[in-house]
């Protein structure tokens, strides 16, 4: 075990090193504004992404002070809109029941940022954040998809091993929204 033990902090280190700070100061800022302006946080994500979308908003709304909500909290109203109007629909229909505005903004946790095919529910909701005016941030790896084209501000994990990419990207989540709700005044 102890190689791959290595390998993998290696890799961890390598990320570190690599990743870019201006778009996590892009990204602090956006947040910071949108607190100043008595905005709220919406966290959206899937899978391993969808649970640390849940963590996060504990933390923005304990540590940092910031009214942040996620959908999958609430998996009754969330099951409810997928059975009626299909899986793809979830998060932009929770979003206009929480009537985003301008004011707020969105953060995306997801490994592939979201394309047509995979992670639609995420690109409807980022394409409607953008017609309701909100700003968008998000944490994502790979090429980014479209949350690197939509967002505001994106921190894109760099892949450092093709095996692990979807690990290294949830782990930085965490690692990267630590950093980011404890930056926050």
């Known amino acids: 075990m102890r190689p791959y033990i290595d390998k993998y902090l290696d890799e961890t280190k390598e990320i570190a090193r690599t990743i870019d700070r201006a778009k996590i100061d892009k990204v602090i800022d956006i947040i910071q504004t949108?607190?100043?302006?008595?905005?709220?946080l919406f966290f959206l994500g899937v899978g391993g992404s969808a649970g640390n979308?849940?963590?996060?908003?504990?933390?923005?709304?304990?540590?940092?002070?910031?009214?942040?909500y996620t959908p999958v909290d609430?998996?009754?109203?969330?099951?409810?809109?997928?059975?009626?109007?299909?899986?793809?629909?979830?998060?932009v229909n929770w979003?206009?029941?929480s009537r985003l505005n301008a004011r707020d903004a969105?953060?995306?946790?997801?490994?592939?940022?979201?394309?047509?095919t995979i992670s639609k529910n995420l690109v409807l909701a980022m394409e409607y954040a953008r017609e309701a005016g909100a700003r968008i941030v998000s944490i994502v790896s790979r090429d980014g998809g479209a949350a690197l084209k939509l967002s505001d501000a994106c921190i894109l994990v760099p892949v450092v091993s093709n095996e692990r990419i979807t690990?290294?990207?949830?782990?930085?989540?965490?690692?990267?929204?630590?950093?980011?709700v404890n930056a926050i005044t």
């Open 34 to 40: 949108t607190k100043d302006g008595k905005g709220r």
């Open 53 to 68: 979308a849940s963590h996060a908003v504990n933390d923005f709304r304990k540590i940092a002070g910031i009214e942040a």
């Open 74 to 91: 609430n998996v009754s109203e969330l099951t409810s809109w997928a059975n009626d109007n299909g899986f793809e629909s979830i998060f």
């Open 95 to 97: 979003l206009k029941t």
């Open 106 to 116: 969105v953060m995306v946790f997801s490994v592939g940022g979201g394309t047509e």
């Open 167 to 180: 690990p290294h990207a949830e782990g930085w989540q965490a690692v990267l929204w630590h950093l980011i």
